[in-house]
């Protein structure tokens, strides 16, 4: 499910597990201070296209002569949630959120991704990972060259690529679905 990529490439992929990521949701100059509301993100998940990936990662080697139309300004992601956290309501309380709770049976099938809105990831010893669980109602983007100064700090391992060609369905199709409206039965 998973595999240690040379680190010393420092190129990002699709399916690529970052940890340990402050984000800034948003900063705003208030009285002549700046205020930022920063939440950490224990483990992510890239999902922008690897292709795209790395036209954008050729591009950032050409020099400022070149045509750089392949350039990408920000990478989505996906954070990656400790699973019991997830299942016990509680991987949002540092943002003031109450989670709904799974007793066994609904988290048999969020185990098994057959709940539509997240994707479970096993454990994995030897990156260090926990159960993770993706929730495709919660994604960011952070600025590329972010990303790139934060690589060997935070890289953790990746999805092999059956793995991630999944994930990467099964979050367009969550994005991709209908909102049907309420029917009228006795219309």
């Avoid at 680190?7 to 201070?33: C, H, L, M």
């Avoid at 959120?97 to 007793?103: A, C, G, K, R, S």
Wanted: overall charge positive.
């Amino acid at each position: 499910m998973y595999e240690k990529k040379d680190t010393k490439k420092y190129s990002i992929f699709q399916g690529d597990i970052y940890q340990k990521f402050d984000y800034v949701r948003w900063a705003e100059p208030i009285k002549g201070n700046i205020d930022v509301d920063e939440i950490e993100i224990p483990f992510f998940v890239v999902l922008t296209q690897s292709c795209d990936l790395e036209w954008d990662f050729k591009d950032r080697n050409k020099s400022e002569t070149e045509k750089r139309d392949k350039y990408i300004q920000s990478i989505l992601v996906c954070p990656a949630y400790i699973a019991e956290l997830v299942r016990s309501g509680k991987h949002l309380e540092g943002l003031g959120l109450i989670m709904e709770t799974y007793n066994s049976e609904r988290w048999s099938v969020i185990k098994k991704n057959k709940n539509e809105r997240y994707h479970f990831l096993e454990k994995n010893e030897e990156l260090c990972l926990p159960n993770l669980i993706i929730d495709f109602k919660q994604y960011y983007t952070i600025p590329t060259h972010i990303l790139y100064k934060l690589y060997k700090d935070h890289f953790v391992g990746s999805l092999k690529p059956l793995f991630r060609e999944d994930l990467s369905h099964r979050f367009a199709f969550y994005l991709s679905r209908i909102g049907l409206p309420g029917v009228d039965k006795k219309k």
